[in-house]
């Protein structure tokens, strides 16, 4: 093992009955280097950081820390010896303190084998600086911000003096300046001479922030590179296994300016977040809705899908009044909505993915003379349908839902809202956390959909998504619309500035 490897792993194997997640893979970490990991959802990412800090075991091969065979039976092994994994969803207590949080199983005592409170608050303190947080050691992890949370966990890495960190997806819900924040910590770290092991979908922070970038697909190693020496293209084809050109598929047939409206929302305000908003979304046109985190641009969708329950305003699908009280009343009315978070507000995890893909539609598949009773030979035969016409990658349609990786779960969540046969499809972050490849697979089911006269909301933080689907888009601020932008003004400066108020519309 080289001097300035500080993890190397050889050969590495693991099996599942009647899987292999990972085939002989290798991998090597510098020290003081960032160091990405890429692939597609299935790549055998998770399997591989789960191994590296000792969630689970490999069933063959070798790894080596500074120099020394390693092989963990708990994260506790791989904590002690300096390996910490940051994983998308925190891992916090939210009603303990930032310090309780800190140093939560390790908590220093008095001679009385009481919890010595100076010293824990001294100790939280010291962390915090390190990272550059500025917040009261005695608050709660519940009042913290995203942004904020995100840097208690780096600071908890830091109290068990972590020489590898992993970071799985960690801008996935993080503002632009709490992302800038992230990438100064990044740095200072890496300065520090702490290696980080990097996953992210989005490639541009993979090429702003990593030394090197390592490509795994259908768990097996397939190369190594230099950041500076590759490029987006080739990271893509190497991820996906082919070349993926047009990942925004073009319109073939152009909304007609006289096209029906699906949707027409007049004033709608739910007197706390959004404020006299007003807009249309025409037959078969794509509408993107941008703003910066708290605009209001996700919580509209929600609102006229009826999240929120009621509101004042007028919502017509068609040219019909609509009252929307609950999100049974938006599917009655033709409005599905995919929410930003899927796990929580899409997705029933511990269910199959024929359940999750039927829960929406029940009332369709309900036994003619029998209406308690569910016509399992329809209900297979439309989850079959869904499963086949997403690509959605499954062993069968019982399969656990929460089993799945992220793009399949979510393309399990659009069978559910089309099975809806809806008349407006609500995307807000439609591809949040998924690879390049299930994105280009969603991007063309949404230009399917749009060619079929479904109208579609997309509201995403991704600009270049948002820029590359949409026929026009609405940018928010404060909860109100404060610009309309066509297609052919749409470039990610002009959102940006009207969604900061750095311009004003004319």
Known sequence: ?????????????????????????????????????????????????????????????????????????????????????????????????????????RVPVNQYGKVNWKKLDSDAQVLLKRVGLEISTKQLISELTIGEAQMVEIAKCLSSDAKLIIMDEPTASLTDKEIEFLFQIVDNLKNQGISIIYISHRLDEIFEITDRITVFRDGKYIATKMTSETTHDELVSMMVGKDIHDLYPERKVAVEKEATAVLRVEQANDHQKIHDVSFEVKSGEIVGIAGLLGSGNIRIGKLISGYYGGFDGQVEINGKAVQIHTPSDALEAGISCVSDDRKIEGLVLIRSVKENISLASLHRLLKKRIFSSIDKAKENQVVDHQIERLNIKVSSSDQIAGNLSGGNQQKVVFGKMLETAPQLLIL???????????????????????????????????????????????????????????????????????????????
Not at 467 to 489: C, N, P, Q, T, Y
Request: aromatic share 6%; glycine share 10%; proline share 2%.
């Open 1 to 105: 093992m080289e001097s300035n490897q500080i993890l190397r792993l050889e050969e590495i194997t693991k099996e599942f009955p009647g899987v292999k997640a990972l085939d002989q893979v290798h991998l090597d970490i510098l020290r003081g280097e960032v160091h990405a990991l890429c692939g597609e959802n299935g790549a055998g990412k998770s399997t591989l950081m789960k191994i590296i800090s000792g969630a689970q075991s490999f069933t063959s091969g070798r790894m080596f820390f500074e120099g020394e065979s390693v092989q963990f039976k708990t994260t506790r092994e791989a904590q002690d010896i300096g390996i910490s994994m940051i994983y998308q969803e925190f891992n916090l207590i939210p009603e303990l303190s930032v310090a309780e949080n800190l140093f939560i199983g």
């Open 428 to 506: 807000n972050e439609p591809t949040r956390g998924i690879d390049i490849g299930a994105k280009a697979e969603i991007y063309q089911i949404m230009r399917e959909l749009s060619e079929q006269g479904i109208g579609i909301i997309l509201a995403s933080s991704e600009l270049p998504e948002l820029i590359g689907m949409s026929d026009r888009a609405l940018v928010m601020r404060e909860g109100k619309i404060v610009k309309e932008l066509m297609h052919e003004d749409l470039t990610q400066e002009k959102v940006l500035l009207y969604a900061a108020g750095g311009m004003k519309d004319e």
